[in-house]
């Protein structure tokens, strides 16, 4: 069984989480040594899957193809002509004929409001070469762009969609599509390394500069007076309960955010924080091995609130987008969820460590239950071909 990956990303550890669950996943459900899954990313980088049986494709990048025969490609595809003409395009081409099942990985909306062109363009090459997609657990929702949509809506009636949000659930119903509702596919993600990396008890702090990189923030930046408001209120915490920060490291890479890092530090030790930590983190193995090891965590990346709920660990999420909320909905935890550009000055995270750490004690079979639904997609497909039940 042949299997490709498409778009995954990297540069983040909470998608490499997410796209290592994935492959794990295939290759539990399909462990014959024939199984081939081969890797088509959305970003520098790889995740060096350490099994013979998965590979990256970095012989069909769009920028070999080069605009030309990308442009010329797109265009006549509406009246049915297929031109290709370069070779990374022409391997691109035998690649998605020669799959047997053609995974979207799991991902944010760059179908949607990031408007993510490469990432459409790559689906929409695959469709318009007899691909059939299956969107493996992901936001989805049409942009503000028409010309996008047009395309994203080519891909969509081509496609097998399962989505991880009820917004995208009910955006696609309203616009026609036929999605089925899962939750994120990192809740299957299996780390068999239980020594802590971190020792001792700690909290577990996560930023971002969402100035930087997310449209709802670019033009509306998060204001200083949040900032320091979260970090004066984690300060209190460490010192109300003794306990170390640890700044937990998100991005990696060319993506790396140290000088946050180092400045959310800074600025602790300013407020009274004694002990902050930022420990070099070198995969995804580790980054959930920080989270399963801590008292609490609070987090401004999603995949950070995920890894807290699977692993069963208090958290405070500072949402800043709704597949946060949606997260902690599906939890039955939404009072440990906060938007953003909502704390003011009664902000308290005392409360929210009080409040999640008795609210998660409850959450065992629920949280056992979400993790198996972060499966169903692929035992679905493997029941459609073998009537076996997994």
């Not at 299997?3 to 997410?18: K, R, Y």
């Amino acid at each position: 069984m042949k299997f490709l990956i498409m778009n995954q990303h990297t540069l983040n550890f909470g998608d490499d989480i997410a796209g290592v669950s994935l492959i794990n996943q295939i290759l539990k459900l399909f462990p014959s040594r024939s199984t081939a899954i081969q890797i088509v990313y959305n970003t520098p980088g790889s995740l060096n899957y350490p099994d013979q049986r998965v590979s990256d494709r970095n012989d069909v990048l769009l920028k070999d193809m080069g605009r030309v025969q990308i442009l010329l490609f797109m265009f006549f595809s509406f009246l049915g002509i297929q031109v290709v003409y370069k070779s990374s395009l022409k391997a691109f081409k035998k690649m998605v004929q020669d799959a047997n099942v053609i995974l979207v990985s799991p991902g944010g909306a760059n179908l949607g409001m990031y408007k993510d062109w490469r990432y459409l363009i790559k689906l929409y090459m695959v469709v318009i070469l007899g691909g059939r997609p299956v969107f493996h657990n992901n936001t989805i929702e049409y942009s503000n762009n028409w010309l996008f949509n047009i395309f994203e809506k080519v891909i969509l009636k081509n496609s097998r969609i399962y989505v991880r949000e009820l917004s995208s659930y009910n955006h696609l119903q309203e616009k026609g599509f036929f999605p089925v509702r899962g939750v994120d596919t990192a809740f299957s993600f299996v780390n068999d390394n239980t020594d802590p990396l971190v020792s001792g008890n700690y909290i577990v702090f996560i930023p971002t500069n969402l100035d930087s990189w997310h449209p709802n923030f670019r033009e509306e930046p998060l204001s200083d007076e949040i900032k320091k408001t979260i970090l004066k209120e984690l300060s209190e915490l460490s010192k109300q309960k003794s306990l170390p920060i640890v700044i937990l490291q998100h991005m990696h890479g060319s993506a790396v955010e140290e000088s946050l890092y180092d400045e959310c530090k800074r600025k602790l030790v300013e407020f009274g924080a004694k002990t902050v930590n930022i420990p070099q983190i070198e995969n995804c193995y580790q980054y959930d091995n920080v989270i399963r090891n801590s008292q609490f965590v609070v987090s401004m990346r999603y995949h950070g609130i995920v890894m807290a709920i699977k692993n069963k660990i208090p958290f405070c999420s500072l949402e800043y987008e709704n597949k946060m909320a949606e997260v902690c909905r599906y939890a039955q935890l939404t009072d440990l969820n906060i938007k953003l550009k909502n704390i003011d000055k009664k902000f308290n995270l005392m409360d929210y460590y009080t409040l999640g750490t008795k609210e998660i004690s409850d959450k065992g079979p629920l949280i056992s239950k979400i993790k198996d639904m972060a499966t169903r997609p692929l035992k679905q497909f493997k029941y459609g071909l073998t009537s076996e039940i997994d």
